[in-house]
T-cell receptor
Framework: DGGITQSPKYLFRKEGQNVTLSCEQN?????MYWYRQDPGQGLRLIYY???????QKGDIAEGYSVSREKKESFPLTVTSAQKNPTAFYLC????????????FGPGTRLTVL | KNEVEQSPQNLTAQEGEFITINCSYS?????LHWLQQHPGGGIVSLFM???GKKKHGRLIATINIQEKHSSLHITASHPRDSAVYIC?????????????FGQGTRLTINP
């Protein structure tokens, strides 16, 4: 089945540790996105990648880093510089960055203790 | 002021009721999306529209570009419709397409 996978579903880390969230898609999509969701707020864009080996900062990139070495993979690292990392993280992809429809993964809930 | 405002924030109704969720936005857009987020967190795209009206099963989405307003309707609501419904607008800024999300409407349908 084609789709987007994120793992793990739940992730716990100690404060001060970096953590990497995985996102894989087999839809052959060029564009991939990372969003953060906090209670009572809309999704906010962290980083996006229009094509492999390229990525741009979104609205809330501080404290995060990404890589796009393969078309199907777009991992997100939450660094210790992120002041409030506990949140629900959603990965999405689209055929291209100008193509309207985005497909979302199931999300990873990160809790920093 | 948020670029995308949804109302109501929470909605509880009885099975069978007609449901309306509203979305207002403040910018000129190229498209508007309605998304559904289930309790597990995964998001599914319901509609993408730039004008008029779309229907899929019991779901109907309308948009009025002049008034910058969209509505999502659910007919004959069912407990399985319970979810968070999210409105998102797409517009062009600084040469790039941007997607801005509303805060969501939590819908609970009681049997």
């Amino acid at each position: 089945d084609g789709g987007i996978t994120q793992s793990p579903k739940y992730l716990f880390r100690k404060e001060g540790q970096n953590v990497t969230l995985s996102c894989e898609q087999n839809l052959n999509h060029d564009a991939m996105y990372w969003y953060r969701q906090d209670p009572g707020q809309g999704l906010r864009l962290i980083y996006y990648s229009q094509i492999v080996n390229d990525f741009q900062k979104g609205d809330i990139a501080e404290g995060y880093s990404v890589s796009r070495e393969k078309k199907e993979s777009f991992p997100l690292t939450v660094t210790s510089a992120q002041k409030n990392p506990t949140a629900f993280y959603l990965c999405a992809s689209s055929r291209s960055s100008s193509y309207n429809e985005q497909f979302f993964g199931p999300g990873t809930r990160l809790t920093v203790l | 002021k948020n670029e995308v405002e949804q109302s109501p924030q929470n909605l509880t109704a009885q099975e069978g009721e007609f449901i309306t969720i509203n979305c207002s936005y403040s910018v000129g857009i190229s498209a508007l999306h309605w998304l559904q987020q289930h309790p597990g967190g995964g998001i599914v795209s319901l509609f993408m529209l730039s004008s008029g009206k779309k229907k899929h099963g019991r779901l109907i989405a309308t948009i009025n570009i002049q008034e910058k307003h969209s509505s999502l309707h659910i007919t004959a609501s069912h407990p399985r419709d319970s979810a968070v419904y999210i409105c998102a607008v797409r517009y062009l800024t600084q040469g790039a397409q941007k997607l801005v999300f509303g805060q969501g409407t939590r819908l609970t349908i009681n049997p």
